[in-house]
């Protein structure tokens, strides 16, 4: 795999066979009402593509004796980053209400040494429900200024930000620095290896930098294009 070796000359092919995919979504996230409640868990929820647009769903937790108990509320849709919702450390649920009651969509454990958390829901359509991958952005250092790059694809990837270029494994992640032009702006590219480990490019955007946004960057299975790209960046608050 000659891709960092020969990166300048591969741009050209970037250019001509990239598949160009709908544009990074900057999308920002409402300040709690009651404010930033100091020590206690939140979580921020990043949906990729919802199973229902508009669905409201509920942060909850089971006692003992399962009985449920209910933390805050929000609505999923595609492309969504949440607020920042109030969450307990151990087992948590995303739920629906039906029948009078809850029914779990989504199950997943909350760190407890976690005070913020981004909980990444990728769905099953098959299911009807959501896997979450749970990430401490404290814990991967990931600060503003700096990019999230995810890679849920069985297939091996490569990501370019501008001059930066880094390969990721399967189910690989890694906080990253997108290194723009003078303008600010700079190319995001990404490929991924093929069975005989040739890089097929598959995203090729112009896009700029935001030293006051976190990016996130997903590398999704898709049985067309190979690879899919999705992004999005995250405002403030952060903390």
Not at 133 to 147: M, N, S, W
Not at 174 to 180: D, L, Y
Request: charged letters at 25%; hydrophobic letters at 40%.
């Amino acid at each position: 795999m000659r891709f960092f070796l020969k990166f300048p000359f591969r741009l050209a092919l970037f250019w001509c066979f990239a598949t160009l995919l709908p544009g990074s979504l900057a999308l920002s996230a409402k300040e709690p009402k009651s404010g930033k409640p100091d020590g206690k868990p939140l979580l921020r929820i990043v949906c990729v593509t919802s199973l229902e647009d508009g669905q409201e769903i509920v942060i909850a937790s089971r006692d003992e004796d399962e009985n449920w108990h209910e933390h805050g509320t929000t609505k999923l849709r595609s492309s969504f980053i949440s607020e920042w919702l109030p969450a307990r450390g151990g087992d948590l649920h995303i739920a629906i209400r039906m029948d009078g009651g809850l029914r779990s969509i989504c199950r997943f454990t909350y760190p407890s040494t976690t005070r913020r958390a981004l909980a990444i829901l990728l769905p099953d359509s098959s299911t009807r429900t959501y896997r979450a991958d749970v990430i401490d952005p404290a814990e991967l250092k990931f600060t503003k200024g700096l990019t999230l790059l995810v890679n849920y694809s069985p297939r091996p990837g490569a990501v370019a930000l501008g001059n930066f270029r880094t390969k990721l494994k399967p189910g690989e992640r890694k906080i990253v620095k997108a290194r723009p032009e003078a303008n600010g702006m700079y190319r995001m590219m990404a490929a991924y290896a093929n069975g005989e480990k040739e890089l097929v490019p598959c995203y090729d955007r112009y896009v700029s930098s935001n030293l006051e946004t976190r990016d996130i960057v997903f590398l999704l299975p898709d049985s067309t294009l190979g690879l899919k790209v999705f992004s999005l960046s995250e405002f403030g608050p952060f903390e």
